[in-house]
């Protein structure tokens, strides 16, 4: 007999599923029992970092990541971070243990009533096996549905007098069966496609964080070359799907309609790519966009092509489609775009520091291919502004704008990314919804730099009342709070900078380090607008 137990861990093992990030209880036990050695556990001290980790690393890897919960308040902890997880399309496989199948309706202790419920709408599919030989197989279907464009996470909720049963005679044909998709656009599509672009007199390009979750950001930029467009990154951005010193980079769009499609003005055709049209955020209500202008949409998610309000869409693969795309397009004689200006250098306000200063020292300092995981939220355009990036993979924000991404985010992408430097720069505010992932960076040995601007206060928020017209006080300034404390007291070294000089030399010794260190630096408070 082979057990659930021996069959899930062969089926994971042969999905490359090895590494689980979790946290522990009870309803877990069975499963964790005797781990195999060839998989990796790492501990998350709260299940929003457990699920942010995953998060990062199924993103920085490109394939999706294994977790493990703790039934209904574990899974709870996490709804937060699967927010994030949902609109980044992130492939991430949920499990959570259940109680025995015999106490879940007398709501023993620990029992996950209605289980599949709980984790909804956040996830593309959820499920506990009707019988415990159906296990294996639910964790197949929770793979492929996961991996499955467009991607995301599935939950899978187990019982745990599950594992020592019989796995039946189906679950060896689990192990190698290959589900893929094809979603190229027809011939007739790309030609019309193709002749559309061509014949536009001012074209634009708008890309969103598909284009670098697909790595097709090459297949841009020839694109935008051939086309000699613009290229704008889709509003409230959390990925860098172009290189941000190329003479065709224009910024990100500000992300409100109004501000939207008066930037675009002028277009005659707007192409957006791997973004939903799009994500707004500040409520300013206007003209969608300009009446001259006609938007075509390719994205891998038919929900975000039927929920736009304007254009038409192509659902397809989008590397694919950008590849082709890039073979077809002849060179258009417009001339190229030249490159933008970086805007000056704000004067410094007495003993603070400004979050550009510390952008333009990252940027002197840092490896060009650093990876920049950022969740500072009132300084998201100084860095766009700032800090140059230039190869696929090399930023990332919380998709939802769920706080508490950005910590263990930065931890999952640096166990995903040994080859490159990951830098974390995270508002005070923001850290403290991750903050125990410090704890994991110094346990696993990441060597992260986490960057915390220190300004005391909510930055975005004030500048989001000021916005809405309001005078909010209350609840929107955070002092008190002494990191460098907090980070020793996980076991990360950590240092609170004096000036510029010094974090220059804090950070050139951070990033020859094996293990994590933060910085605090004391800022000033800038617009978010
Ligand atoms: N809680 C969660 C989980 N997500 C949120 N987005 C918020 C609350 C609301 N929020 C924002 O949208 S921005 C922000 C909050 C609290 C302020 C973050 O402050 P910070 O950065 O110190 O990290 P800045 O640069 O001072 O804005
Ligand atoms: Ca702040």
Known sequence: MTTVHASVYELLRSSGLTTIFGNPGSNELPFLDSMPADFRYVLGLHEGVVVGMADGFAQASGHAAFVNLHAAAGTGNAMGALTNAWYSHTPLIISAGQQVRSMIGLEAML????????????????????????VPRALSQAIHTANLDPRGP?????????????????SKHL????????????????????AVLVSAQNPVLILGPDVDATRSNDAAVLIAEKLSAPVWVAPSAPRCPFPTRHPCFRGVLPASIVGISRQLEGHDLILVVGAPVFRYHQFEPGEYLASSSRLIH??????????APMGDAIVADIQQTLRMLADVLPNSTREQPKSRVIPP????????????SVFDVLNEIAPDDAIYVNESTSTVSALWDRVEMKYPGSYYFPASGGLGFGMPAAVGVQLATSDRRVIAVLGDGSANYGITALWTAAQERVPVVFIILNNGTYGALRAFAKLLGTEVDAGLDVPGIDFCSIAEGYGVSAHKITSLEDFKDRLSTALQAETPTLLEVPTVTISAF
């Not at 390719?298 to 929920?307: F, L, Q």
Request: proline content about 10%; overall charge negative; charged content about 25%.
């Open 111 to 134: 029992s996950n009533v209605e289980a599949t419920a709980l984790p909804r709408p956040l996830v593309k599919w959820s499920t506990e096996p009707a019988l415990p030989s159906d």
């Open 154 to 170: 599935v939950y899978l909720s187990i019982p745990y007098d599950d594992w020592q049963h019989d796995s039946g005679e189906i």
């Open 175 to 194: 192990t190698d069966r290959v589900v893929q998709t094809a979603g190229c656009p027809s011939t007739d599509q790309l030609e019309a496609l193709s």
């Open 298 to 307: 390719i994205t891998s998610d038919g929900s975000e092509a039927a929920r």
């Open 345 to 356: 250098l704000p004067e410094a306000e007495g003993d603070l520091i400004t979050p550009e």
